[in-house]
């Protein structure tokens, strides 16, 4: 986009009176005449680089103030989806709401378990062996291999960092659970048995993140574990399950539920068919998961086995939860608008116990858009 310079033939400051060749305007009707939408002068702003950025700021007031926070902006995960044949893998940029492609065979018969960082943690169930992979620059990273029945796992940090440890936990009875931890270059994984003063069950549908320090597992019945690698400590949180939609208790109830942290918060999604999802928050001062009117211009994107939020995001995407599913053969991400009170598109809401866990799972955009098809 090229902005075109326009040559004052004479300011009058007294008056405060500009004249260009053609005709005078007053600078309220100059502003006027260059205002747009602000949804649409984003996108446009956002298209250019960082020269005619600042260029574009001194048009007017208007165009400033929105050339800084587009300046500024986040840049939202892409949805990675896993083919059930062959070796073409799709990406999807919800912001832009194009699709790319990339061939990457390394993946072949490898199940997705978590992604954080750009880095993508995979298992191949036949081998049982596990290993880090990030698709954009094709490095592998090899661990100690791991049998993965029903239980999830997830890691800290990119395995580039010397914080990076891997965890997973899997009840043994409803009582005692064992947690592995691991990290890159060790040759095995560590294994400990945990005594529950609640009860605990671990699943493919229970949820982790990692939070201050800490992996935070909220199990199937929504009960909360908590795990420090740092004092190898294990306890079930005293607070309450979130409270389920009405609906809620229905077929393949468990699986519309997601869990996201930013910013040393925790936030649970409950979705259930054509109910508006419910949001939460874990107030961890009071002990109690509190309801969430407003997401205070946030972005939630859910996912089975790994969910983002962002801040700073383009306005249209604001105070929305974007959901792991695209409609209209690739042209619409499903979300929800808590300004709304409605899913997008209309009536698209989705029964989340038809989707495959392990069909897609969002990621970090690549910085470079060369090495895709």
Excluded at 20 to 34: K, L
Excluded at 74 to 103: A, V
Aim: proline share 7%; aromatic share 14%.
């Amino acid at each position: 986009m090229q902005l075109h310079d326009y040559r004052l033939a004479e300011t009058i400051k007294d008056n405060k009176t500009i004249t260009t060749g053609q005709s005078t305007i007053q600078p309220d009707e100059q502003e006027t005449q260059t205002e747009l939408p602000t949804e649409l002068l984003e996108v446009i702003l956002s298209q250019l680089t960082l020269r005619d950025n600042v260029r574009a700021s001194a048009v007017c007031k208007s165009w400033l103030a929105v050339a800084i926070s587009v300046r500024m902006a986040d840049k939202p995960p892409w949805l990675m989806f896993f083919p059930k044949f062959g070796d073409l893998y799709e990406f999807y940029d919800p912001s832009q709401r194009k699709t790319y492609w990339l061939e990457l065979p390394e993946l072949h018969n490898a199940r997705i378990c978590y992604a954080k960082d750009g880095w993508l943690l995979l298992y191949k169930p036949r081998t049982q062996r596990v290993f880090f992979f990030c698709p954009y620059t094709r490095e592998l990273i090899d661990l100690p291999s791991l049998e993965l029945t029903y239980q999830i796992v997830a890691f800290s940090a990119s395995p580039k960092s010397p914080n990076c440890i891997l965890f997973t936990v899997k009840h043994v009875s409803p009582t005692v659970v064992a947690v592995s931890t691991c990290h890159p270059g060790a040759t095995e994984w560590t294994t400990v048995n945990y005594q529950n003063r609640l009860p605990f069950v671990s699943s493919i549908w229970n949820k982790l993140v990692f939070c201050n320090g800490l992996f935070y597992c909220l199990s199937l019945t929504g009960w909360l574990g908590v795990y420090n690698p740092e004092k190898s400590t294990w306890s079930v949180n005293s607070v309450p399950p979130p409270k389920c939609p009405e609906n809620f208790f229905v077929k393949n109830w468990w699986k519309g539920k997601f869990m996201a942290e930013h910013n040393g918060d925790i936030f649970v999604i409950y979705t259930c068919s054509a109910v508006n999802p419910v949001i939460y928050k874990l107030d961890q001062a009071n002990k109690v998961w509190v309801e969430m009117e407003s997401l205070g211009g946030m972005t939630l994107f859910a996912n089975f086995l790994s969910s983002y939020a962002r801040t700073d995001l383009l306005g249209a995407m604001r105070n929305n939860v974007y959901f792991s599913k695209v409609r209209f053969y690739g042209k619409r991400c499903v979300s929800y608008s808590l300004d709304n009170g409605r899913y997008y598109p209309r009536k698209q809401c989705y029964d989340w116990g038809e989707q495959d866990p392990f069909e897609s799972v969002w990621i970090e955009p690549p910085e470079d858009l060369s090495t895709f098809l």
